[in-house]
């Protein structure tokens, strides 16, 4: 049914830059809220940046200003672009759709894709 799936990931110095991408099939895809969490390794998956079907977005403080997400609905494609990367961006990134259907929220996410930021 719905298949999300990340690629982009990889080995990039410090201050660097490298960019995300994250197709989505099964659905409508102008219709979802579309976002990129993260989990390093021990810690709890956070929210990084989430782009709604209007273009309207949100970033965690701490990737504000560094961070860009984007969205394709012709390709169903949202995108996450990571400037000046630091070590503590290092985590396994995931593409995530929310879907609200008569008051109900359905959550679907891909499986990852690991970036690592060396010092």
């Known amino acids: 049914q719905v298949r999300l799936v990340e690629s982009g990931g990889g080995l990039v110095q410090a201050g660097g830059s490298l960019n995300l991408f994250c197709a989505a099939s099964g659905i409508i895809f102008s219709s979802p809220t579309m976002g990129w969490y993260r989990q390093a390794p021990g810690k709890q998956r956070e929210l990084v940046a989430a782009?709604?079907?209007?273009?309207?977005?949100n970033y965690a403080d701490s990737v504000k200003g560094r961070f860009i997400i984007s969205r394709d609905n012709v390709k169903s494609t949202v995108y996450l672009q990571m400037n000046s990367l630091k070590p503590e961006d290092t985590a396994v990134y995931y593409c995530?759709?929310?879907?609200?259907?008569?008051?109900?929220?359905?959550?679907?996410w891909g499986q990852g894709t690991q970036v690592t930021v060396s010092s």
């Open positions: 995530n759709a929310e879907l609200v259907v008569i008051s109900r929220s359905y959550n679907y």
């Open positions: 782009i709604t079907s209007g273009g309207s977005t």
